[in-house]
T-cell receptor
Framework: RKEVEQDPGPFNVPEGATVAFNCTYS??????FFWYRQDCRKEPKLLMS???SGNEDGRFTAQLNRASQYISLLIRDSKLSDSATYLC??????????FGAGTRLFVKA | DTAVSQTPKYLVTQMGNDKSIKCEQN?????MYWYKQDSKKFLKIMFS???????INETVPNRFSPKSPDKAHLNLHINSLELGDSAVYFC??????????FGPGTRLTVL
């Protein structure tokens, strides 16, 4: 079993759609959780951290379920510019960072 | 100002050569990392340095030797390059439990 697993995608959605990505992690001792975004041929960039209580940033909502070891990202009112690969990231014990394989999103007009 | 910079951006070389990639961060972070992203786009940590000391070495061949002359720099030297080393290498910096900031990547092609 991979340490961090994500929906394989790709997700093809029309503009304005709501799309949800899921991620599971295997190490119950994981401490920090993030969603990163990576555009084609670019470096990953932080989209948002994920907190136990859930958090929202504009059209983006992240949820964490520690009991199920599950993280989600919800994007509302998708824009063309949201097309990218979304990476689920889990940090365990400070220095070890594990990236999921990523989920590709294509938003079409 | 660029937060994390890498040079070169592109590197094309022959098998068996030795090459280096440089990384610098001006964010004042104590921790720096090297990642490899292969053709399947899977991003995997290679090394982590904290205060110039090696913290993580994720079963990377010893042909890869990171060097941290100071907290702001983490360079990656690769000996005897192989075809399978072709990938994008990303440097990153951050605090241990916080966000990591990535450099623009170095696209290495081994012929």
């Amino acid at each position: 079993r991979k340490e961090v697993e994500q929906d394989p995608g790709p997700f093809n959605v029309p503009e304005g759609a709501t799309v949800a990505f899921n991620c599971t992690y295997s190490n119950s001792a994981s401490q920090s959780f993030f969603w990163y975004r990576q555009d084609c041929r670019k470096e990953p960039k932080l989209l948002m951290s994920v907190y136990s209580s859930g958090n929202e940033d504009g059209r983006f909502t992240a949820q964490l379920n520690r009991a199920s070891q599950y993280i989600s990202l919800l994007i509302r009112d998708s824009k063309l510019s949201d097309s990218a690969t979304y990476l689920c990231v889990v940090r365990t014990g400070g220095f070890k960072t594990i990236f999921g394989a990523g989920t590709r999103l294509f938003v079409k007009a | 100002d660029t937060a994390v910079s890498q040079t070169p951006k592109y590197l094309v070389t022959q098998m068996g050569n030795d090459k280096s990639i440089k990384c610098e961060q001006n964010l004042g972070h104590d921790t720096m990392y090297w990642y490899k992203q292969d053709s399947k786009k899977f991003l995997k940590i290679m090394f982590s340095y904290n205060n110039k000391e090696l913290i993580i070495n994720e079963t990377v061949p010893n042909r890869f030797s990171p060097k941290s002359p100071d907290k702001a720099h983490l360079n990656l030297h690769i000996n005897s390059l192989e075809l399978g080393d072709s990938a994008v290498y990303f440097c990153a910096s951050g605090r241990p439990t916080d966000t990591q900031y990535f450099g623009p990547g170095t696209r290495l092609t081994v012929l």
